[in-house]
């Protein structure tokens, strides 16, 4: 099925919140992480526990619960890690929506599912603990990632296990075990596992760009948040 074909089907469907708060500006303001905000370069630089703490400051400021952004930003914070810079190709663009928020935050399936795969990538800049979904709509089969999770999430999860819509199965990742990155979720969507199992690249070079929009959608057709409309 041609991406644009699964969009379609994705963007009527009927889906629950993947966390317990409201993803639009009564609870959440957006914030851009790409290279085209100065701010970023500061903020890459500080590491984990001071990031965490400016997080903290905008939330308290504007009352809100969480920050929001990233689908196919280019961000340069990726360059602090070996992970996305092999010396053949260099990782720039993120694939799926980061929901920066407070740790041990309890994170729902947005659809019916069963667990396709998990593993902790214990790696720095990495995802860490990992679960993805896998669904079925209609005549499409497609797959949610979700990455810096605890490794409490992975406790009892088996390849295969059911997953009902709205039902808890995971929670957000403290640093250094999620990655050693601030308290966020790594939300993707995925129609292609290209064969991976408990990993899938959520960071591409320019030169796959179109090939990874083409098997990862806009996770906001699942989100539905008003401010990455």
Known sequence: MRSY?????????SFARILPLALDESDTLFLDLS???????????WGSDKMQKWIDNQLQFAFKKALIGGYLEKRTLYHRSKHFNNGTEKREFHLGIDIWTQAGMPIFAPY???VHSFQDNNRFGDYGPTIILEHQ??????????????????????????????EQFAEIGNYPENGDWSPHLH???????????????????AEKLNFYKQICPN???ILKSSLLE
């Not at 074909?5 to 469907?13: D, G, N, P, T």
């Not at 290279?35 to 630089?45: D, F, H, Q, R, T």
């Not at 209609?138 to 009902?164: A, C, D, M, P």
């Open 112 to 114: 019916d599912a069963v």
């Open 5 to 13: 074909e699964a969009e379609i089907i994705l963007a009527k469907l």
């Open 137 to 166: 709509a209609e005549n499409i089969k497609f797959y949610t990632l979700y990455g810096h999770l605890s490794r409490k999430s992975l406790e009892n999860k088996k390849v295969g296990q059911t997953i009902k819509q709205g």
């Open 187 to 205: 939300f993707q969507v995925i129609l292609d596992m290209q064969g991976w199992q408990g990993d899938f690249p959520g960071v591409c070079s």
């Open 35 to 45: 290279e085209n905000n100065a701010v970023s370069e500061v903020i890459y630089s």
């Open 219 to 221: 996770p906001n057709l």
